[in-house]
């Protein structure tokens, strides 16, 4: 779990560097700098259009549907806070995340990852094993006593 986040806190800065330094030298300075303004502009609005649209969907769901729409909505979150981070990387997923199509094909792919991680987890915990039924091994004068105390806290 820690390479998680060496990957998204070091990994993901880096690349989107090389990714900026290569997009600088292909087109240039100030058509990179256009383009990430650009990208942060469209994908604000497409994330608020969107976003606007499952607060509607998140309102109107019922309790069988409410978690699928509150995923939506997290996801729509997830990808404007991407969009507005600069970076070609980042704006890639983040528009993958507002963009309605491309959203459900990443809730697909959570689910899936989801119910195999859950199935990981429960087969993990099941414990085999024998029982037998024994029968009350205290004495007759045992149960006649734990009688009486039974009764006299009745009354």
Not at 22 to 51: K, M, N, Q
Not at 93 to 108: C, I, K, N
Request: charged share 20%; glycine share 6%.
């Amino acid at each position: 779990m820690p390479w998680i986040f060496f990957l998204l806190f070091v990994g993901v800065p880096i690349a989107e560097i090389a990714v900026l330094i290569s997009a600088g030298e292909a087109i240039g300075l100030w058509p990179t700098i256009f383009l990430i303004i650009l990208t942060a502009g469209v994908g604000a609005s497409l994330a608020r259009a969107e976003g606007r649209a499952a607060i509607q969907r998140l309102a109107a769901a019922n309790s069988a549907n409410a978690a699928l729409a509150l995923a939506d909505a997290a996801a729509i979150f997830i990808g404007a806070i991407l969009l507005l981070t600069p970076g070609f990387i980042t704006d890639a997923l983040g528009l993958s995340l507002v963009f309605r199509p491309t959203r459900l094909l990443w809730a697909h792919v959570f689910v899936r990852f989801w119910q195999r991680r859950r199935s990981d987890k429960f087969e993990e915990t099941i414990i085999e094993g024998d029982f037998s039924e024994k029968s009350d091994q205290r004495s007759a004068a045992d149960r006649n006593s734990h009688q009486l105390l039974k009764n006299s806290d009745d009354q």
